[in-house]
């Protein structure tokens, strides 16, 4: 659309030869174009038995959501799923085949970009935990909530997916007294293979070591997080 104003532009609402009366801001022409597609690149993959305790998932996080699939040995039929579902188990994806050998189980959206993505599991768990660190040096620790009707007293505003956060914060705080520069290959990290502590590098020359509670006790978190 081409609107012309000013003296001799003729046509105009006023008359022959007058200049236009348009509002100004309704000459502009403003477009608001979004998707709705979901993230397809993938950052991180973990694999770990999150869902449960001999399951075979695979953790992948894409852009600001981590997934979580499971590989099934016989096909999953369409009555099968939607009793898993009546019963509070992890919905699939209405763009999952019933029949996929993959399935994706569980999407939680996350608030920031995934730099780190490690199972772990503790000694007095079944299931496998998340550790996740962020592009903005905030960390969290996250599980499954297997236990049956854990969240029936909670609306889906209060709690929609059954995540548990055990741990949280920012990770910068750990290297407040270190007047080293950042890592060039951004923040790194290890889990020790006994469950004994995590290891991260965030800064040039430094590691800092994170110990875990070998009698954290996992029924004493009374509620899930959103991721």
Same mark, same amino acid.
């Given at each position: 659309?081409?609107?012309?104003?000013?003296?001799?532009?003729?046509?105009?609402?006023?008359?022959?030869?007058?200049?236009?009366?348009?509002?100004?801001?309704?000459?502009?022409?403003?477009?608001?174009?979004?998707?709705?597609?979901?993230?397809?690149?993938?950052?991180?993959?973990?694999?770990?038995?999150?869902?449960?305790?001999?399951?075979?998932?695979?953790?992948?996080?894409?852009?600001?959501?981590?997934?979580?699939?499971?590989?099934?040995?016989?096909?999953?039929?369409?009555?099968?799923?939607?009793?898993?579902?009546?019963?509070?188990?992890?919905?699939?994806?209405?763009?999952?085949?019933?029949?996929? $050998?993959?399935?994706?189980?569980?999407? =939680?959206? +996350?608030?920031?970009?995934?730099?780190?993505? &490690? %199972? !772990?599991?503790?000694?007095?768990?079944?299931?496998?935990?998340?550790?996740?660190?962020?592009?903005?040096?905030?960390?969290?620790?996250?599980?499954?909530?297997?236990?049956?009707?854990?969240?029936?007293?909670?609306?889906?505003?209060?709690?929609?997916?059954?995540?548990?956060?055990?741990?949280?914060?920012?990770?910068?705080?750990?290297?407040?007294?270190?007047?080293?520069?950042?890592?060039?290959?951004?923040?790194?990290?290890?889990?020790? $293979?006994?469950?004994?502590?995590?290891? =991260?590098? +965030?800064?040039?020359?430094?590691?800092?070591? &994170? %110990? !875990?509670?070998?009698?954290?006790?996992?029924?004493?978190?009374?509620?899930?997080?959103?991721?």
């Amino acid at each position: 659309m081409r609107i012309t104003t000013g003296p001799g532009s003729g046509g105009g609402s006023n008359g022959p030869g007058g200049g236009s009366s348009i509002d100004p801001n309704r000459a502009e022409a403003a477009h608001y174009v979004v998707t709705n597609h979901d993230p397809g690149s993938v950052l991180l993959t973990a694999r770990c038995s999150f869902l449960g305790s001999d399951t075979k998932d695979l953790a992948i996080a894409k852009a600001r959501r981590l997934e979580i699939r499971q590989l099934t040995s016989q096909q999953r039929q369409p009555q099968q799923t939607q009793q898993d579902q009546s019963e509070g188990e992890p919905k699939s994806s209405p763009s999952s085949s019933s029949s996929s $050998p993959f399935p994706l189980l569980l999407s =939680v959206p +996350l608030n920031g970009r995934l730099t780190n993505l &490690l %199972p !772990l599991r503790p000694p007095s768990s079944t299931t496998d935990y998340l550790f996740l660190t962020t592009d903005r040096k905030q960390f969290a620790i996250i599980s499954y909530d297997t236990t049956p009707n854990h969240h029936a007293s909670l609306t889906a505003s209060d709690c929609p997916y059954k995540i548990l956060t055990h741990s949280h914060g920012p990770l910068a705080d750990y290297g407040a007294s270190i007047l080293g520069r950042e890592a060039e290959a951004g923040c790194l990290a290890a889990v020790d $293979p006994g469950g004994r502590c995590i290891a =991260v590098h +965030l800064y040039d020359g430094f590691v800092t070591v &994170l %110990p !875990l509670n070998s009698n954290y006790d996992p029924s004493a978190v009374g509620g899930g997080g959103g991721g």
